[in-house]
C-alpha cells in the first residue's frame, strides 16, 4: 500500500513538472476598477459556460457594451486541471464553493459526517472548468 501510495505521488509530481513548466496558457489579469465604465448596457454575472456564451452573444454587437463579473480567477494553467491522476483534489481547492450536501443515502458513503462534496466550480468556466 504504501508504495503505491509513493508512486503515485511521483506520477503526479513528474505530470506536474512536464505540463506546468511547459504551460504556454494566457494569463488573466484582473481588471483595474479605474478602468471599468462608469454604465454598461449589460451586466452578466457568472463567467461559467452559459454566462461566458450569453456575454459573448451580446458583445458581436458593437453598439452595446458587456461587463462579464465572475468572483473566481482564471484556472486553465492550474496543474490539477491538466493532471486527471489529481482530479480527486478539486473540491478542496479555490477553483470550488466547497458547497457540502448531506447524503440522501441513496448515492453512496461518504467519509465527511454524513456529508459529501457537491462541485461548483468558482472561476472562468465555472464547472465545467473542473469537471472531469
Do not use: F
Given at each position: 500500500?504504501?508504495?503505491?501510495?509513493?508512486?503515485?505521488?511521483?506520477?503526479?509530481?513528474?505530470?506536474?513538472?512536464?505540463?506546468?513548466?511547459n504551460?504556454?496558457?494566457?494569463?488573466?489579469?484582473n481588471?483595474?476598477?479605474?478602468?471599468?465604465?462608469?454604465?454598461?448596457?449589460?451586466?452578466?454575472?457568472?463567467?461559467?459556460?452559459?454566462?461566458?456564451?450569453?456575454?459573448?452573444?451580446?458583445?458581436?454587437?458593437?453598439?452595446?457594451?458587456v461587463?462579464?463579473?465572475e468572483?473566481?480567477?482564471?484556472?486553465?494553467?492550474?496543474?490539477?486541471?491538466?493532471?486527471?491522476?489529481?482530479?480527486?483534489?478539486?473540491p478542496?481547492?479555490?477553483m470550488?464553493?466547497?458547497?457540502?450536501?448531506?447524503?440522501?443515502?441513496?448515492?453512496?458513503?461518504?467519509?465527511?459526517?454524513?456529508?459529501?462534496?457537491?462541485?461548483?466550480?468558482?472561476?472562468?468556466?465555472?464547472?465545467?472548468?473542473?469537471?472531469?
Open positions: 500500500m504504501k508504495k503505491a501510495a509513493i508512486l503515485s505521488a511521483l506520477i503526479v509530481l513528474i505530470a506536474y513538472l512536464l505540463v506546468y513548466q504551460s504556454s496558457a494566457p494569463r488573466y489579469n481588471v483595474a476598477v479605474k478602468d471599468l465604465k462608469d454604465e454598461y448596457d449589460y451586466v452578466v454575472v457568472g463567467a461559467g459556460s452559459a454566462g461566458c456564451v450569453v456575454a459573448a452573444r451580446l458583445s458581436e454587437n458593437p453598439n452595446v457594451s461587463l462579464l463579473l468572483s473566481g480567477d482564471y484556472h486553465n494553467d492550474h496543474w490539477q486541471l491538466r493532471v486527471p491522476l489529481a482530479a480527486h483534489t478539486l478542496t481547492t479555490t470550488n464553493w466547497r458547497y457540502m450536501a448531506s447524503d440522501s443515502g441513496m448515492v453512496g458513503k461518504t467519509k465527511y459526517g454524513g456529508q459529501t462534496h457537491w462541485i461548483a466550480g468558482k472561476g472562468l468556466g465555472g464547472t465545467s472548468a473542473i469537471n472531469w
